[in-house]
């Protein structure tokens, strides 16, 4: 496609334009088993597209863009510049591209300003490590305590009649102010199913009442459908809660919305569950805005994070003690103590995601976070208390570094962290760790739960964790799981009432894992022994490939589609990823498809 005709100035931010929004779109390929990966695998957010930029033309625009932004004058002629581009190059709507242009412009241009970001190393982030070397992410090794590991006793089933815990897990919420029964369903805009979506020519479907399978968020009367099917479900000894309340408007979003929404979302899940039940909350990277913006501690004033993370505090104050508040002021991180024995850590996984444009400026261990965590683990192991980790993108997605520390720390601990729970792909999936000496003894299983929105194009759902229970010697880890959802294709028509929806439906069972799978526990060894049968058995492999999606697939995963999953549950380090991905010939494309954070 031959580029359309643009002034110079446009051409000056054109990378910067990637650089918001690089991220959210799937990787593009020139071989049809390559499109099928990345339409399989990634997960595609707004849905701006960039294919004309090459290595040559990405340096220049970055080296005059350096020089532009010497000047705070040249910021508007910038701002401008970005519109220009978004829209000549049909990057987005015109409206999305306006708006999306003036809610990022200060704070990626201060982030711009601040950084040591060579133009070399601007279009290795954007384009691939062909165009240059992330010197600004170079490695960065953490300080671990000089105390030996101690001998590892692989976990044993507990006795029968042990205690159990029973754990809900939200995710993912996303609930749209707008979402509207009736609007369409499919559009041009990155989010559908809203007042303002646009008709498309091409086809005409509705949003349902209680959700629909497309590009679309959830209504917030599914939301609270949700909690009120968890509340009768209970009795629950605690709930984990990792992040993205607001839906994925990300172009048009303000400070007072994502508080409201914050606020709305945190009332209700104190109402439904109750007072006598304690919620631990972690941040997704939709809870800011800009999406994805989360500067590190050291950023002061207006840009700071103090109006997001003080409002945090104030709506979870009746679930965190005050030293957890403390810590959640000032970085968005904190840990608690939830039994004798088991303490509970809540990360700010934004301080490992490519996307957050703030780490251009420094991103080893932002806010000390991981260094932090080793000082917990240590005191805990000390102690001898277990640890369970929460936290909203799976460290397997993290910046190379900082994935790599995380590995290296699960392996000094591995007899403390017996719990990892994730969310953000929206899938149901996990991700391996192995012993980092041979990477063939397992030692722990990051699990990600599914989201509550149908984003995109899935069954509403949440998740029960089962784990070794509140007794001397407890392993405390995840004995079972089981997966919950709200069947859009039933709920939707009330029986005998076409066109009328189930009033007050039900969230059904989609699948308990020792079950479904035939194991006895969900202990590291065992998620490994799985992953073997997915290669060997295309039945179970099929069954996953189902329950991934939450029983609402389009189509099998064969071949190339397999192979790239495969390496995905395997790799609970970037670094792994991206050499699984070599080894079976995809050039670096399914591990930066895979790593795409929903937008």
């Avoid at 780490?359 to 683990?377: C, E, F, G, K, R």
């Avoid at 189930?502 to 060894?525: C, D, H, I, M, V």
Wanted: charged content about 20%; proline content about 7%; some cysteine.
């Amino acid at each position: 496609m031959q580029l359309p005709s643009l002034p110079p100035s446009c051409f000056l931010i054109a990378c910067t334009v990637v650089v918001f929004f690089g991220s959210c779109d799937p990787a593009l390929t020139s071989e049809q088993s390559r499109l099928v990966l990345m339409e399989q695998f990634s997960h595609p957010g707004v849905g701006f597209t960039w294919r004309n930029v090459t290595c040559p033309l990405c340096k220049t625009v970055f080296t005059i863009l350096d020089i532009a932004l010497l000047s705070d004058t040249n910021e508007e002629r910038v701002a401008r510049a970005v519109r220009e581009v978004c829209i000549r190059l049909h990057l987005a709507e015109e409206q999305v591209c306006r708006q999306i242009t003036e809610l990022f412009r200060d704070d990626f241009i201060r982030a711009l300003q601040q950084s040591l970001l060579w133009p070399t190393e601007a279009c290795a982030l954007l384009l691939g490590s062909s165009c240059g070397k992330f010197d600004i992410y170079a490695p960065w090794n953490l300080t671990l305590p000089k105390v030996p590991k101690p001998p590892v006793t692989p976990p044993s089933p507990p006795k029968p009649g042990s205690p159990q815990s029973r754990v809900l897990f939200l995710t993912d919420i996303h609930w749209d102010q707008e979402y509207a029964v009736g609007s369409p369903a499919d559009c041009k805009d990155p989010l559908c199913c809203r007042t303002d979506s646009a008709t498309p020519k091409w086809r005409r479907r509705e949003a349902g009442y209680w959700g629909t399978y497309s590009k679309c968020d959830l209504p917030l009367r599914t939301v609270e459908n949700l909690l009120e099917n968890a509340a009768r479900d209970g009795p629950w000894d605690w709930v984990y809660w990792t992040g993205d309340i607001p839906a994925h408007n990300v172009w048009s979003q303000t400070r007072k919305q994502q508080l409201s929404e914050l606020t709305v979302i945190s009332r209700l899940i104190h109402k439904h569950l109750g007072p006598n039940v304690t919620v631990y909350p972690a941040i997704g990277n939709h809870e800011s805005t800009p999406v994805n913006s989360f500067p590190p501690p050291f950023v002061h004033g207006n840009r700071s994070m103090s109006w997001l993370y003080d409002t945090m505090a104030e709506e979870w104050a009746a679930w965190l003690p005050e030293q957890a508040l403390k810590t959640l002021r000032y970085g968005g991180f904190y840990t608690v103590e939830i039994q004798p024995g088991l303490r509970m850590v809540s990360l700010n996984m934004n301080f490992c995601a490519r996307e957050n444009f703030w780490l251009m400026v420094n991103s080893t261990d932002p806010a000390n976070q991981l260094q932090w965590l080793v000082h917990i683990l240590q005191d805990s192991e000390n102690k001898g208390e277990k640890v369970h980790i929460i936290g909203h993108i799976p460290p397997g997605l993290c910046l190379g570094s900082w994935s790599w520390n995380y590995y290296h720390i699960l392996n000094r601990y591995e007899s403390t962290i017996t719990g990892q729970f994730f969310g953000h792909t929206h899938m149901d999936e996990f991700q391996m760790f192995y012993d980092e000496s041979t990477m063939s003894r397992p030692l722990g299983v990051a699990f990600i739960a599914p989201s509550a929105t149908t984003y995109i194009n899935l069954n509403p759902g949440f998740r029960v964790y089962y784990v070794d229970g509140n007794y001397k010697g407890s392993s405390r880890f995840v004995l079972d799981h089981e997966t919950y959802i709200l069947n859009l294709t039933m709920v939707n028509h009330s029986p005998g009432e076409p066109g009328t929806p189930e009033q007050n439906p039900k969230w059904t069972l989609l699948y308990r894992a020792t079950q479904a799978y035939g194991l006895t526990s969900l202990f590291p060894s065992d998620y490994d022994e799985l992953m073997r049968s997915f290669v060997n058995d295309d039945r179970s492999f099929q069954k996953f490939w189902y329950f991934r999606h939450k029983g609402h697939v389009s189509e099998p995963c064969k071949e190339t589609c397999k192979t790239s999953l495969l390496c995905f549950l395997r790799s609970g380090r970037y670094d792994e990823l991206e050499q699984c991905d070599l080894l079976s010939g995809y050039k670096g494309e399914m591990a930066r498809a895979a790593r795409k954070t929903l937008c």
